[in-house]
């Protein structure tokens, strides 16, 4: 067997333990993600879906269970830098130009000026902002400034790819767009993904996995491959994609259900 | 070029309205002619001015220079103070909580005290009373700029496994510049009246407080206008030198950015 691109065992995340404030965000999370695959984490609200990300991402330590990013401790796969990542709010910094917030993880990681500048604009390319490297993010749409975070997540090649609702700020149209962007550039590069959704359809179109989550405490419910092949237009509107968003749904309802 | 013709059509109204005041105000004085008790008109201030225009120029270089080196040790300790509180918690917890129980002193009061530290006529009393109350509104605005971050920028940084000073710099800092400026202008027209209240109970004696604690005294209210005037000239030129910088510093700013429309 290949080396996981993810492996999650036995997470459990309790916030302000022994206080009467605790909180039960995840319990027992097995998860173990391919490389190169894009999964999509969807569930109530509440259900522990950005923690779990968190806790990929070592932005914060699980209470109990193990993650591994391609073999290492997720601590040692942020300190490699393995990790790119987007949320909800673009997060971009006002101060710096569309270019150079493209730029800032590359300065932190010692790239030369040359180098970075050249890859800022590559990057634009790829997400068709050529033209405004010197503007500032107050002065974009909120899909380009979306389209720019997610430029500077991936600036550095990253090996793993996570996204909190990335595009839960955009309108539909704005949205679909974006999302066929995102499959471009992920079958461009090649990363593995992982993208926390409120949208079924959403996670449908993107995922080759879709895993379904329960709250209180936070568990994974179902997992359902998504095998609808390559995506196009059409595929919005073909049988399969409408069948796979009825199995997320009903999967949906029974968590929903069984509160 | 529109950007200046805008800029001035802008400012038209404002000097449009200080002068039919100016004139109001003149014209009202000579009507009803109180003989310059309390409020003399405009043009005897100016006439005051011209004639006291070495005494008050004197005045002014002193005052000025309280001012700008009581202000400048206040504003680089109020920042080196918040930065030194942002970056050890625990520091924070002891010294915003102390800081905020000082700052509810009325600090111009201890003037007198100030004096007695610092010897009756030295300016270093002044440029002290100028230091500690600029200090306060410096230290907790830049302090709440630079804690006051979005989590979620701090994670990204965290995610490229970025070192605190490095957050610091990217982040805390660029996000703390509009406090920083904020302050600045509080507190420049602040450290004027700061300085002039503290120059009333002693200092150089040639500066402007005593200038017009004196006039005041012999009931030559022209003349402590004039003073009074000088002083408020000190305060705009400062407010403008801040603004002018924030203008400066960030440009990318929704503040600036609107103001130069
Ligand atoms: N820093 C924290 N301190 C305390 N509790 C937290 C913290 N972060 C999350 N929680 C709690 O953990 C649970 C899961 O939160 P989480 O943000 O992971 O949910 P989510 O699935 O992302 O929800 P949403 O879809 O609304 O974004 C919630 O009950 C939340 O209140
Ligand atoms: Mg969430």
């Known amino acids: 067997m290949t080396e996981c691109a993810v492996r999650a065992e036995g997470i459990t995340k309790v916030f302000n333990q022994g206080r009467p404030n605790e909180v039960h965000a995840l319990s027992e999370v097995d998860l173990a993600i391919e490389p190169g695959e894009f999964v999509s984490l969807i569930g109530p609200s509440g259900c522990g879906k950005s923690t779990l990300l968190r806790v990929i991402a070592s932005l914060t330590e699980p209470t109990e269970g193990q993650i591994t990013v391609y073999g290492k401790p997720a601590e040692q796969a942020r300190l490699d830098r393995d990790y790119g990542m987007a949320f909800q709010h673009s997060g971009l910094f006002d101060w710096r130009s569309v270019a150079r917030n493209i730029e800032l993880p590359l300065e932190l990681m010692g790239w030369s000026r040359d180098k970075r500048q050249q890859r800022a604009r590559e990057m634009l390319e790829l997400v068709k902002l050529g033209q405004f490297g010197d503007h500032h993010p107050a002065e974009l749409s909120g899909g380009m400034r979306q389209r720019v975070a997610i430029a500077r997540a991936l600036s550095f090649n990253p090996s793993l790819l996570l996204m909190d609702e990335p595009f839960g700020a955009l309108d539909e149209m704005t949205r679909e767009h974006m999302q066929t962007e995102l499959l471009r550039i992920w079958s461009e590069t090649g990363t593995t993904v992982v993208f926390v959704t409120h949208s079924i359809p959403e996670s449908v179109y993107l995922s080759s996995r879709v895993v379904v989550m329960s709250p209180r405490p936070g568990r994974i419910s179902t997992e359902i491959p998504v095998d609808l092949g390559g995506r196009d237009a059409d595929t919005r509107e073909s049988p399969g994609f409408f069948a796979k968003i009825t199995e997320v749904r009903e999967a949906l309802r029974a968590v929903e259900g069984a509160e | ?63 000025g220079y309280v001012i700008l080196t009581g202000l400048a040790a206040g504003v680089i300790l109020g920042v080196l103070a918040a930065l030194l509180v942002t970056r050890f918690r625990s520091a924070n917890e002891t010294i915003t909580p102390v800081a905020t129980a000082v700052n509810a002193i009325p600090i111009i009061a201890l003037a007198p005290v100030f004096n007695a530290w610092f010897g009756l006529i030295s300016p270093h009393s002044n440029q002290a009373v100028v230091t500690v109350l600029v200090f306060f509104p410096v230290f907790i605005n830049v302090t709440k700029g630079l804690t006051q971050v979005q989590p979620s920028q701090i994670e990204l940084m965290r995610s490229y496994a970025a070192r605190e000073r490095q957050i610091t710099r990217e982040v805390r800092i660029p996000n703390a510049m509009p406090f920083f400026f904020n302050s600045l202008k509080i507190v420049s027209s602040l450290s004027v009246i700061a300085a002039i209240v503290a120059e009333y109970f002693g200092g150089r004696q040639d500066a402007l407080g005593p200038m017009i604690i004196q006039s005041a005294g012999l009931t030559r209210y022209d003349d402590a206008w004039a003073a009074v005037f000088a002083g408020a000239m000190i305060g705009i030129v400062l407010y403008a030198l801040a603004a002018l910088a924030e203008r400066l510093a960030m440009p990318w700013h929704a503040s600036v950015r609107e103001a130069a429309r």
Do not use: C, K
């Not at chain 2, 005041?21 to 006439?47: K, Q």
């Open chain 2, 1 to 63: 070029m529109t950007g200046l013709r805008h800029r001035l059509s802008a400012s038209l109204p404002p000097v449009a309205f200080g002068l039919a005041g100016l004139a109001l105000w003149e014209s009202l004085l000579r009507i009803t002619d109180p003989r310059g008790f309390v409020l003399p008109p405009p043009s005897e201030i100016v006439a005051a001015l011209v004639d006291n225009w070495s005494q008050i120029w004197t005045g002014t270089r002193h005052t």
